[in-house]
């Protein structure tokens, strides 16, 4: 099945830098890719779909960056600041169902 | 009303002892899901009901029972807990379909002594 692998673990970056994180996955039959974020204490909240053989995806404060060829996608916070802060999850749906295989998370701070 | 509730937040189980999680949604979902997150682990994906048919995974085939008595609610079920079985479990629903958003709980710990 679909493995995903996540990366950096961890992750620690000043306020107004930028803060990348990657995953790579297995499966070349893999169709809709997400990011997901989770502050403390709170819910998986979605930050962004994409769906496409290479695309980039522009959001509030972020980039989210997918290559089908390479079988990677990449979240790049632009600027980061300290509301950033959290633990960033990406996903990957193969199949039906909406089953999401997750990648192992990446715990960000951001320092004022 | 776009949550997903799950009740108990946290929950303190005995080894060999029953654990029932209850998971809620009133977004009329037809497919809700259950996952297990570790520390410093992906949550992983235990089980779903589509409508009222029951899919498991199949390395935790036998380790976790699920029902689903009408659209709203789910339940998780360990009938003996194990050390190994402390983690957050986190209950999702979406509606099928091949652009739809998944929404997750807040989750559950528990812990087993």
């Known amino acids: 099945g679909e493995q995903v692998e996540q990366r950096p673990p961890h992750l620690s970056v000043r306020e107004g830098d930028s803060a990348f994180i990657t995953c790579t996955y297995t499966?070349?039959?893999?169709?809709?890719f997400f990011w997901y974020k989770q502050e403390p204490g709170a819910s998986l909240q979605l930050l962004m779909k994409?769906?496409?053989?290479?695309e980039i995806n522009e959001g509030q404060g972020f980039t989210v960056l997918l290559n089908k060829k390479d079988k990677r996608l990449s979240l790049n916070l632009t600027a980061a600041h300290p509301g950033d802060s959290a633990a960033y999850f990406c996903?990957?749906?193969?199949?039906?169902?909406?089953?999401?295989?997750f990648g192992a998370g990446t715990r960000l701070a951001v320092c004022p | 009303d776009t949550t997903v509730k799950q009740n108990p937040r946290y929950k303190l189980a005995r080894v060999g002892k029953p654990v029932n999680l209850i998971c809620s949604q009133t977004?009329?979902?037809?497919?809700m899901y259950w996952y297990q997150k570790k520390p410093n682990q992906a949550p992983k994906l235990l089980l779903f009901?589509?409508?009222?048919?029951?899919?498991r995974e199949a390395d935790t085939f036998e380790k976790f029972q699920s029902s689903r008595p009408n659209n709203s609610f789910c339940s998780l079920y360990i009938g003996s807990a194990g050390l190994e079985y402390s983690a957050m479990y986190l209950c999702?629903?979406?509606?099928?379909?091949?652009?739809?958003?998944?929404?997750f709980g807040k989750g559950t710990r528990l812990t087993v002594v």
């Open positions: 996903a990957v749906r193969s199949g039906s169902f909406n089953k999401l295989t």
């Open positions: 994409v769906f496409s053989s290479t």
């Open positions: 499966d070349p039959n893999s169709y809709y």
């Open positions: 009901y589509y409508d009222k048919i029951l899919n």
């Open positions: 977004m009329n979902h037809d497919t």
């Open positions: 999702a629903s979406s509606r099928a379909g091949t652009n739809t958003e998944v929404f």
